[in-house]
């Protein structure tokens, strides 16, 4: 019995260094140690012993026990810490390696522009307000002024939803909506996305934008349009730009101009930015036609008002000296980083 003993001592000590992991640590101590284990086994059959031989055996028994026990417990401890070490290496993150930083992103010259606009006409006590982009064709040409037969219909290539609902072609239904909605002195700026069947090309885009201009009060005249607009033009450009008011023709104004803005490119003397002009257009204005007023309910007697549509894109690229206008859409980050 003492032979059979020590061998299972010899037996686990061998098993136990050679255990590859917790598993198979645990199998030994059900093998050894287990109620059905094999020292188990053998202290089941101490009772066939002698008195003398009993205390001996008992002793020696457990004896190995406790060595097995304590050499179970060292190597779980071991199996456990080599896991732990490996867990580690495996998950180490060197937080001394140099990031990938993300490219931040800009903000888009239209809005820049279109952000400077808001601020200069806010400073001069304008409201900025909105109008839907689908639009009536009461709004966008009837209550303007252009009847169901009127010619410049056909100037604005409309795109109609349907006989009656369309993409505004401009942003002066806005002047409408704000003149049904509040009564004088009005001063607000309407800027926003007009939509126009045009054909891509390096000076059209069927979206664009366009910001609106209303002021209405008693004693309105064209010195206050040219006052606003001059203002407007040398705070965005600097002192030194000189704009030109034309006569023009616009259904819902009159007397009607457009604003040229003389060519920061070549001073006049006309390039390839201005097309040889000297002259950029960057809006219509005029007089708030008597009409007009009337249909929203003001009286024209009493009141009179300046109107104005500037181009925002046209703005933009003779701000940049961008000349094409695709660029402003397209998204090539190496353009848009520049700004
Ligand atoms: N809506 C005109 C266009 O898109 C621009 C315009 C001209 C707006 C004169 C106005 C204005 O408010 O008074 O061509």
Same mark, same amino acid.
């Given at each position: /019995?003492k032979a059979a ?25 059900? $093998? ?12 089941? $059959? /101490? ?39 490996? !867990? ?28 400077? /606009? ?49 993409? $505004? ?9 704000? /003149? ?12 926003? $996305?007009?939509y126009r069947s ?10 664009? #934008? ?24 040398? !705070? ?30 070549? #001073?006049?003397?006309?390039? !390839? ?40 894109? !046209? ?10 206008m695709r660029l ?12």
């Open positions: /019995m003993l020590e061998a299972i001592r010899a037996a686990a000590h061998q098993q136990l260094q050679q255990a590859k992991d917790l598993r198979e640590l645990d199998d030994l101590r059900v $093998r050894f140690l287990g109620k059905k284990g094999e020292l188990t086994a053998i202290l089941k $059959r /101490m009772g066939s012993l002698s008195a003398e031989e009993r205390p001996v055996i008992g002793q020696l028994a457990n004896q190995i026990r406790e060595s097995v026990e304590g050499e179970l417990a060292a190597r779980t401890q071991a199996l456990k810490a080599a896991l732990q070490a490996e !867990r580690l290496r495996a998950e180490a993150i060197d937080v001394t390696m140099p990031g990938t930083a993300p490219a931040p992103g800009r903000q888009h010259p239209l809005s820049i522009v279109l952000d400077e /606009m808001k601020e200069i006409f806010l400073g001069m006590g304008f409201d900025v307000v909105q109008g839907p982009e689908v639009e009536t064709d009461y709004y966008n040409f009837e209550a303007l002024n252009l009847p169901k037969d009127h010619p410049a219909r056909d100037t604005q290539d409309t795109f109609y939803i349907s006989e009656n609902i369309l993409l $505004r072609t401009q942003t002066s239904p806005v002047q409408i909506r704000t /003149m049904e909605e509040r009564k004088p002195p009005i001063r607000i700026i309407a800027p926003g $996305r007009v045009d054909a891509v090309d390096a000076t059209h885009s069927p979206i664009f #934008h366009q910001i609106e201009g209303l002021v209405v009060d008693r004693g309105i005249t064209m010195a206050d349009l040219k006052g606003c607009l001059e203002t407007i033009v040398k !705070r965005l450009y600097g002192e030194k730009a000189v704009v030109r008011f034309r006569p023009h023709h616009f259904p819902f104004t009159e007397p009607s101009a457009e604003v040229d803005l003389q060519c920061f490119a070549c #001073h006049g003397q006309g390039c !390839r930015i201005c097309k040889g002009e000297g002259w950029i257009e960057i809006l219509g204005c005029g007089m708030v036609h008597p009409k007009v007023l009337s249909i929203c309910g003001i009286d024209p007697e009493e009141y009179s008002g300046f109107a104005f549509g500037i181009g925002l894109e !046209r703005l933009v690229m003779g701000r940049y000296g961008i000349d094409d402003l859409y397209e998204n090539d980050v190496r353009f848009l980083a520049q700004f």
